[in-house]
């Protein structure tokens, strides 16, 4: 009989499973007491690395003083408070606010609807096109999942949410082909700075900068989805800063709280804020149970006081040359078709015949996690506090795997 647990994104017939008992650093131990080095962060979350008694102890002490309390108006908390306040200071919005949820596909959702109804308060209530590049991934929600540019996740669920349309990933003619026929109807181009779960893909020189031409140029917004890309996965702490961008709407979740609580949130710029706080009549009719749960928020921020304290945005581009560097010399050797990738994300794609899932298996065997994507690719998004010796043993575990 299937055991009662379904589980996400693996097929409900899956028998293997890995019970995952214990983590410290970059290694986790299954039930048998194997350790594996995380080359993946969990899910592309885990930046300051398993085992922090620092963050426990941080979400135990809110817990002990107040475990849950709504943030609807009236009602507000000092760690929801902070952390906002801590997210603004570091982003690409200095000036703006923080609207906070649970997860990315909660935070992608509320940008998606946020950008619509900008328009509306604008008055151009016909703004409702959202653009998406393919390869993208923008969580599970129907939002999300009508956003998303990998066509798998869209298929199966019936009619999605009408108003998306996709370009291909990399070509700017098309996207400027679309805005020069359909302009007046782009609400948002909703992008990752790097593609992630889609197979890794960094932007092409100068692309995002002409992206937030084309939003300029034809009254678009531009969004930023950091989920994957924030809190020092590439040396900075949102990716668009790295590469010099400033969004009207960055998504945010995984690394705010290296996952040892569920967090994200949504940024918005200082025009957006206008907009909104223009009418003291108006009511924002949107928002989550546990938007700012002060445990929570306790969690981020002291995992922000890490990587603060630890250096830890400084780790991406180290880490990135080191592993890199050891996929680009399986390349060389023959062993793989392309690499991928830029600060702490990479991905290795493979020869046909080498079946990703395949790789990722053997791999366990060698006690190292990697991730397979589509298009036969394996990703890595280690913890920032990856030792070169651990990279060492994830380069040599696949070697061994192909």
Not at 53 to 59: L, N, R, T, Y
Not at 101 to 107: K, R, T
Not at 145 to 153: C, E, H, I, K, R
Not at 358 to 370: F, K, W
Request: glycine residues 12%; contains cysteine; hydrophobic residues 40%.
């Amino acid at each position: 009989m299937p055991r009662p647990l379904l589980h996400p994104f693996t097929r409900p017939v899956e028998e293997r499973f890995v019970p995952i008992v214990r983590g410290e650093g970059a290694v986790v131990w299954d039930d048998q007491g194997r350790e594996y080095v995380d080359g993946m962060g969990s899910l592309w979350y885990c930046q300051v690395g398993h085992g922090r008694a620092e963050i426990a102890d941080a979400v135990a002490a809110q817990m002990r003083t107040l475990e849950a309390f709504h943030t609807f108006a009236p009602y507000t908390n000092e760690p929801a408070e902070r952390l906002a306040a801590e997210v603004v200071a570091r982003s690409p919005l200095p000036d703006g606010r923080a609207f906070l949820c649970s997860s990315g596909s909660e935070a992608v959702d509320t940008a998606l609807k946020l950008a619509r109804l900008v328009h509306g308060l604008r008055g151009a209530p016909e703004r409702r096109l959202i653009v998406a590049r393919e390869h993208s991934y923008h969580g599970v929600t129907y939002g999300g999942t009508s956003a998303q540019g990998l066509a798998p996740n869209r298929a199966g669920w019936g009619e999605l949410v009408p108003g998306f349309v996709h370009v291909p990933h990399r070509d700017l003619e098309a996207l400027e082909a679309l805005f020069v026929s359909r302009g007046d109807e782009i609400a948002a181009v909703i992008s990752e700075p790097v593609q992630g779960a889609g197979g890794v893909f960094p932007p092409p020189e100068g692309y995002l900068t002409r992206l937030r031409r084309l939003c300029d140029e034809h009254g678009a917004l531009l969004i930023a989805d950091e989920v994957i890309c924030g809190f020092g996965r590439l040396g900075h702490w949102f990716g668009s800063q790295r590469f010099e961008v400033r969004p009207d709407l960055v998504t945010f979740a995984k690394g705010v709280s290296s996952g040892y609580q569920p967090l994200g949130g949504v940024l918005l710029s200082r025009a957006i804020c206008d907009l909104l706080e223009a009418d003291d009549q108006f009511l924002l009719r949107h928002g989550f149970t546990f938007s700012g749960h002060p445990c929570a928020c306790a969690a981020g921020l002291a995992n922000l006081a890490i990587l603060e304290r630890e250096g830890l945005l400084g780790r991406a581009d180290v880490i990135g040359e080191h592993l890199g560097g050891g996929l680009r010399a399986l390349q060389d050797e023959g062993r793989a078709r392309e690499v991928r990738g830029v600060g702490a994300i990479w991905g290795v794609a493979l020869h046909e015949g080498d079946r990703a899932a395949a790789v990722r298996d053997r791999m366990l065997d060698r006690g190292v996690i990697a991730r397979p994507l589509p298009g036969d690719v394996l990703a890595w998004c280690p913890p920032l506090v990856i030792e070169e010796a651990q990279i060492d043993r994830c380069l040599e575990a696949l070697r061994k795997s192909l």
